[in-house]
């Protein structure tokens, strides 16, 4: 192969909106750095609202195996960890600034969110989470 056909688009604008790969960092515990990624494929970030967004996540919970021990984690906030080529937060298992990037209105679509392929985003208790801000601090050490 040679260095002409490799493309220097970027692979986040490389793939349409129409069929995105999206990375949902499921949030159980802060404290305990306690989450599991989902891999969402062939997503329409034009038409998926943010609404249907958790309601596929929270589908994949109830019905795959493997998430078992999430089940009973209440979900309810989405917020943008980062996007493909973007900085990433120094925390591990969510950042903390910028809570403008929580997508608080369920029927806006992804896109308008601001998501391009292989975005990330973290899924979450708010309630968990607004108390973590408070007191940062992980257990996971001791």
Sequence with gaps: ???D????VPVNLAVPKTDATLTVRVIK???YRTEKSLVLHHVNLETTTVGQL?????????????????RNTTLDTIKLYTK???AKTTNLIINLDHDEWIFE??????????LENESEVSFF???AYEEFKKHPDTKWES
């Design 54 to 70: 958790k309601d596929a996540v929270r589908q994949a919970i109830q019905t795959q195996a493997a998430w078992k021990p999430y």
């Design 1 to 3: 192969m040679s260095s």
């Design 84 to 86: 493909a080529h973007g």
């Design 29 to 31: 515990s802060f404290e």
């Design 105 to 114: 209105d369920e029927s806006k679509t992804l896109a308008e969110m601001g």
């Design 5 to 8: 056909d490799i493309s220097d």
């Design 125 to 127: 208790n708010r309630e």
